[in-house]
């Protein structure tokens, strides 16, 4: 019996959970749907503000899939701006 071939080009799944604790170093995004930008490894990061207090603050998005939602900024990752 063959087994089915596998998707090379699908990133493995990473847990929300995981993403919350690993290192990142996010940059500025011109986009109003993702207003923060990460490279990790081979996956592209994005953060979106929400309609906080409605909602909660953030979104964290792996490859344009949303993960989860959280409100406070994880301590391991770190904000570049324009001119630091």
């Known amino acids: 019996m063959k ?3 596998m998707d090379a080009n699908r990133p493995p799944h990473v ?3 995981d993403c919350l ?3 990142a ?3 500025r995004a011109n986009r109003p749907a993702a207003q923060w930008r ?3 490894g081979p996956d592209i990061w994005t953060v979106r503000v929400n309609d906080f207090p ?3 603050l ?3 998005f792996v490859n344009d899939e ?3 939602n959280f409100d406070d900024w994880p301590r391991q990752w770190s904000r570049v701006t324009a001119g630091s």
């Open 66 to 68: 949303a993960l989860g």
């Open 25 to 27: 170093k996010w940059s």
């Open 58 to 60: 953030n979104t964290l």
């Open 38 to 40: 990460s490279q990790v």
């Open 21 to 23: 604790r690993s290192v």
């Open 15 to 17: 847990s929300f959970e």
């Open 3 to 5: 087994q089915p071939l």
């Open 54 to 56: 409605e909602d909660h």
